[in-house]
């Protein structure tokens, strides 16, 4: 007991400095960030950002599907996200007749708003700190098992009390610093969603791969959706009979933007960080796992365009597939650049060789060793199963053998032909042979070639079922538990290791690494230096986009109304996008980007290449999000929508 009251003084001390702009704070404890958030410039209290008792900004955010985020921009529930964020639901709705991905989509009634079945937005009802509820029963002597267990179970409970009351109540107990510490979020989660409005993909995801992930950016990436509600306000299944929901706080919108320097925050459900690990950790990612990964997507991204590039109809189809694929792939390069470039592990080392001798003599006396040892009998096995989830399971004809639900519409077999004989032949190349299913050694010996066995694979649907079902089988059963099961030794020593920084530290705050819960970054406009000799502005506008456009080019063919406005002129200096320090990531796309005084001025869709190491170690000097202007949305919705009507509904201030 004595240690958790250490803890929760040591959880308490979150107005201590951190590296500046650095953190994901919880809403509910952002009072004691405040201080430091008025310095910087913020005009509101903490009370403005959570109450429990009062409506806040908390409550004009949402989780929106399962991993974005979206703001409340009207009293009638209108709501706005990325394209990227909606861009499975507008493809939903999309045909050959109506490509609204191609060419947009515009609501003109509210009958028109097109429901989305399986879409909910969750609202946060309240955070509570419960950590002394779950653990309760908890004695130093039991095994980890029987602390899971009991976590288990008085969380359970602890979730049913919470949504006692029904009417859409979801709750969930998450663990924070490796279960140092435990929050109950309670959430109302609404399940009838329209798509409202979304601009052409030439806006909406201008720039495409190309510029993904890049400053200097153009990307009108944004769409809008309606929550619907009962004549009670609370969720429902959706009905006609439904109404627009009525929110207990709306954003109010700010026209007058930004400029370097500003104070902005982000308000929003930041997916997964691992800022307290161990640099063996952080070697294996950059040593191992984000070059071999990157290998093998270059290789599926190869195949893929040279396919798309021959035939329009090849390039609708495996668009989307595409873009998942390259987002990560691009993200991991700029992530592996970056621990490099800033010296990461050894940085690391060096804290951990201060920590081992702190340590002496106290309770985390060799635990940076016992994590060492633990990283070198997970990485092989890591590594085995990171191999299969990127190269033999993303076969697509092994996919679809399992499952008759598999999507054969956007599926072209000469792309997957090609990719079989890659992918099986990187994964026999470079995983050890121990590490691969019987059956596939007794085959590859029996077929000699790639060529043949993928020949015998596409003409024989048994030949794939087989296969399949021989690295399913050996993955599931053979790589994935011992990963798992080291995964959880590991994150046993981290809840020590968390506890044992926070007291080796106690000058410095730390904040929860993200795990989809709602958070509250803050920093301010600012540029930065991606390479020497070059500065980046942290504002872009229409002129770049102009810039960029490129008719012959499909990224940058831009809608030909938007060439005749700017060719009207006064249109050049029409912000677009703008950089900011706020320290996020996936899972904050959607989010509000808020000045001051609480009004929006953007929202996040993206970070800078040379930052994306800022899911393991924010670096001030270059970690930047990514936010489209509002107004560049309001230009859009005006302009090219023809849906001024919209704007009705929003509430300016300036
Ligand atoms: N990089 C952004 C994020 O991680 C945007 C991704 C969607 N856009 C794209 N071009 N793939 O989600
Ligand atoms: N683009 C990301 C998202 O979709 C945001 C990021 O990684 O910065 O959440």
Redesign the pocket.
């Known amino acids: 007991m004595k240690r958790f009251s250490l803890l929760a003084a040591l959880l308490a001390l979150w107005a201590l400095p951190v590296r500046a702009d650095e953190g994901m704070w919880l809403p509910a404890l952002v009072s004691q960030r405040i201080e430091d958030m008025q310095a910087k410039g913020f005009r509101l209290s903490a009370e403005d950002i959570y109450s429990v008792n009062q409506a806040s900004l908390k409550d004009a955010v949402v989780l929106f599907g399962s991993g974005c985020t979206g703001e409340l921009v009207s009293s009638e529930g209108l709501l706005f996200t990325n394209h990227?964020c909606g861009y499975g639901y507008i493809q939903k709705h999309s045909s050959v007749e109506h490509d609204y991905l191609k060419d947009g989509f515009w609501a003109r009634t509210r009958a028109d708003e097109l429901p989305n079945p399986g879409l909910t937005v969750r609202f946060l009802e309240r955070m509570e700190d419960v950590t002394a509820a779950v653990l309760k029963g908890y004695k130093e002597k039991m095994t980890e098992e029987q602390r899971q267990a009991l976590v288990k179970k008085n969380a359970d409970r602890i979730k049913a009390q919470a949504v006692k009351e029904g009417n859409g109540l979801k709750a969930s107990v998450e663990a924070l610093y490796y279960g140092n510490q435990y929050f109950l979020f309670v959430f109302r989660e609404y399940r009838d969603v329209r798509l409202v409005g979304a601009p052409p993909s030439s806006i909406g995801?201008f720039g495409?791969?190309t510029d993904?992930?890049m400053w200097p950016r153009h990307t009108g990436d944004f769409s809008i959706f309606r929550i619907y509600a009962g004549k009670d306000n609370l969720p429902a299944d959706y009905s006609e009979s439904n109404v627009p929901y009525r929110p207990k706080k709306s954003l109010r919108i700010s026209r007058a933007g930004v400029k370097e320097g500003d104070f902005t925050f982000v308000y929003g459900c930041p997916g997964s960080t691992q800022e307290y690990v161990h640099s063996e950790a952080v070697k294996y990612i950059q040593d191992i796992s984000d070059p071999e990964k990157i290998a093998l997507r270059t290789t599926r991204l190869n195949i893929m365009k040279k396919y798309m590039d021959q035939s329009q109809a090849v390039r609708i189809q495996y668009s989307s597939k595409y873009?998942g694929v390259?987002?990560a792939w691009k993200?991991w390069q700029g992530e592996e650049k970056g621990l490099r470039k800033n010296h990461v592990v050894p940085v690391k080392q060096a804290y951990e060789k201060r920590f081992e001798e702190w340590a002496q003599g106290t309770r985390y006396e060799g635990i940076i060793g016992r994590l060492t040892n633990l990283y070198a009998a997970r990485n092989p096995l890591y590594r085995a199963y990171e191999y299969y989830r990127e190269s033999v399971l993303t076969i697509e004809r092994l996919q679809m053998a399992g499952n008759p639900r598999f999507n054969r519409k956007d599926y072209y077999q000469p792309i997957d032909e090609e990719m079989f004989v890659a992918m099986m032949t990187a994964f026999d190349q470079n995983v050890e042979d121990v590490y691969k299913p019987p059956y596939f050694l007794e085959k590859r010996a029996q077929y000699g070639t790639m060529e043949a066995w993928r020949d015998a694979v596409f003409a024989d649907e048994n030949e794939a079922r087989e296969l399949s079902a021989a690295l399913n089988e050996h993955f599931n059963s053979t790589i994935a538990p011992p990963v798992a099961e080291l995964g959880k030794s590991i994150t046993l020593l981290y809840r020590d290791y968390m506890q044992g920084q926070m007291e080796f530290e106690p000058q410095k705050a730390f904040y929860p690494d993200a795990n989809l819960t709602l958070r509250v970054a803050y920093g301010k406009v600012a540029g930065y230096r991606p390479v020497d000799a070059v500065w980046y502005n942290p504002v872009s506008t229409l002129r770049g986009i102009i810039e960029k456009d490129n008719p012959e080019i499909f990224d940058y063919n831009i809608p030909q109304t938007l060439r005749d406005i700017y060719a009207q002129g006064g249109h050049e200096d029409q912000p677009v996008c703008f950089l900011a320090t706020n320290h996020t990531t996936?899972g904050n796309?959607g989010s509000p980007v808020l000045n001051a005084d609480g009004n929006l001025v953007g929202i996040n869709?993206?970070r800078v290449w040379e930052g994306t190491m800022s899911d393991l170690v924010y670096d001030p000097e270059i970690c930047r999000n990514i936010s489209l202007d509002v107004r560049y949305i309001l230009f859009i919705i005006k302009e090219i929508g023809h849906a001024a009507y919209l704007l009705d509904e929003m509430t300016f201030v300036d």
Request: aromatic content about 14%; charged content about 30%.
């Open positions: 990227h995801k495409g791969e993904n992930w873009a390259a987002n993200k996936g796309s869709f993206d």
